[in-house]
């Protein structure tokens, strides 16, 4: 094992431990647990074409080490549309749907080794 690799792997455990939320992932139906830990959250504002009014779109970014996604029974990589639930967001947690509002695929990877996903979801029911 590399020093490259030894030192992500260190990382994912810090960050588990740190920031490490437990997520349901669904993908047809099905839902899958285990840790993930936030990336940047933000709110974009657009302008339209027709009457200056602004878009308010909500993402988020999930990172995961995908041995654990896989551990769990998620065939890898994610899909657009696949859902991530968050429940230590409010009581009922809110509910992210893995896609980007370009079009592209929603997620890439983290590291040098391909070992953690960056997945960008957007808050489900909105419209892309």
């Known amino acids: 094992m590399s020093l490259l690799t030894r030192g992500i792997a ?3 455990r810090r960050q588990k431990a740190a920031n490490g ?12 647990t285990f840790t993930a830990w936030p990336g940047s959250q933000m709110l ?13 779109r909500a993402e988020a970014v999930y990172l995961f080490a995908l ?6 029974g ?3 990589p994610p899909q657009r549309g696949d ?4 429940a230590t967001l409010g009581d009922a947690g809110k509910t992210y749907e893995v896609q980007t509002p370009t079009g592209e695929r929603g997620w890439r990877y983290q590291d040098h080794d ?9 808050r489900a029911g909105t419209v892309v």
């Open 21 to 32: 939320r437990t997520i349901t992932y669904t993908r047809g139906g099905t839902g899958y």
């Open 67 to 72: 041995a654990d996604a896989v551990a769990a």
């Open 10 to 12: 260190a990382f994912v």
């Open 114 to 122: 391909d070992t953690i996903a960056r997945v960008v979801c957007q």
């Open 44 to 56: 974009a504002r657009t302008p339209t074409q027709t009457d200056g009014a602004t878009v308010v």
């Open 74 to 76: 998620v065939t890898m």
């Open 83 to 86: 859902r991530i639930t968050d």
